[in-house]
């Protein structure tokens, strides 16, 4: 059994804290969120009074935060009192650079480091059944997986510290794009009298096919088990999505990566956000395109 830290125990972090309790594991836990720490702490978690009490005596110590500017902090604030053979892993989504820069703060001390973003949502939180797409040394690696593999089904390497972040954010630039460009697709088959049942039935089957079409469907019907069918409850919210659009965008501009669809995909969720629909799912985007299309008929 190890102990493990875990910092940040929101929607994500609490079912994932709970899975390694679960799993046999000594979970301390802390949230700056008095509600968050009572949920976990009746799955099993053991609460400590603040961040460094969940931290001291860790093998391994765990993050699942907001953004960059908490995981920098947190990590500024505890990585001091950590034990030198402490492992720190960080499993939020935030910028490359200030992944960079986390590992960076912690290598100085002499403490090794993952940043370990993850897919599958709060669903695969609850299941352990996420992907971690990790970064960092191969030393490391071999340390965390075996903890990463009790919250998920899937942990692949991505290379050097930074990398789990990039593999993340370009995966999402994908999933925002395609999902715009299969709502684009609705609408205009909708306009020229094709059903979603034939769209679904030809393109599933053809080369447009993909993830945003097969398995999330933005229209009712095709896949019953997509947020469509649920009045676009999400799944995975559309402020999220422009969340990692912008990490996206920030990351090709640091490296004048020209990504003028995954741009473009930031603006439209841009939009749909301050049109107040930041919590449906990001699938409901489908409804933007078609409100716009009515305007213009
Ligand atoms: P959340 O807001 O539910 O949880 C974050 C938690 O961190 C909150 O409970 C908050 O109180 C806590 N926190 C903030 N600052 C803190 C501090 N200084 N010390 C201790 N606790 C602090 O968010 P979430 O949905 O759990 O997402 C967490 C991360 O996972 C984000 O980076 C998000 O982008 C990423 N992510 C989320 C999903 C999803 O579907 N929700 C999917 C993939 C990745």
Not at 210 to 223: H, K
Request: glycine residues 12%.
């Amino acid at each position: 059994m190890s102990i493990i830290g875990f910092i940040g125990l929101g929607n994500m972090g609490g079912p994932m804290a709970a899975n390694l309790v679960k799993a046999g594991e000594r979970v301390l836990g802390f949230d700056v969120v008095p509600a968050s720490r009572d949920a976990a702490a009746r799955d099993g978690v053991q609460i400590a009074g603040n961040a460094k009490g969940a931290i001291e005596n860790a093998d391994i110590v765990i993050t699942m935060l907001p953004a960059g500017e908490h995981v920098l902090s947190v990590w500024n604030d505890v990585v001091p009192h950590a034990g030198q053979g402490t492992l720190f892993i960080d499993c939020s989504t935030i910028d490359v650079e200030s992944a960079r820069k986390a590992h960076k703060l912690a290598a100085e001390r002499g403490i090794a480091t993952l940043d370990a973003p993850v897919s599958g949502g709060v669903g695969g939180a609850k299941a352990a059944t996420l992907t971690f797409m990790v970064g960092g040394s191969e030393h490391a690696f071999a340390r965390g997986k075996p903890v990463l593999e009790r919250m998920g089904k899937r942990v692949v390497h991505c290379g050097e510290a930074g990398n789990g972040q990039v593999a993340k954010i370009c995966n999402n630039m994908i999933l925002g794009v395609s999902m715009i460009a299969v709502g684009e697709a609705f609408v205009l088959g909708e306009k020229l009298g094709l059903s979603h049942q034939a769209m679904f039935d030809v393109v599933s089957a053809s080369s447009g096919q993909c993830w945003s079409l097969t398995s999330y469907c933005p229209v009712p019907g095709p896949v019953p088990a997509s947020p469509a069918n649920n009045g676009y409850k999400p799944g995975f919210a559309a402020a999220l999505m422009l969340k990692d659009l912008k990490l996206a965008k920030a990351a090709a501009d640091s490296v004048k990566a020209k990504t003028a669809l995954g741009t473009q995909a930031a603006e439209i969720y841009d939009h749909f956000a301050q049109q107040g629909h930041s919590g449906d799912d990001f699938s409901a985007i489908i409804n933007l395109v078609r409100e716009q299309s009515k305007a213009r008929s």
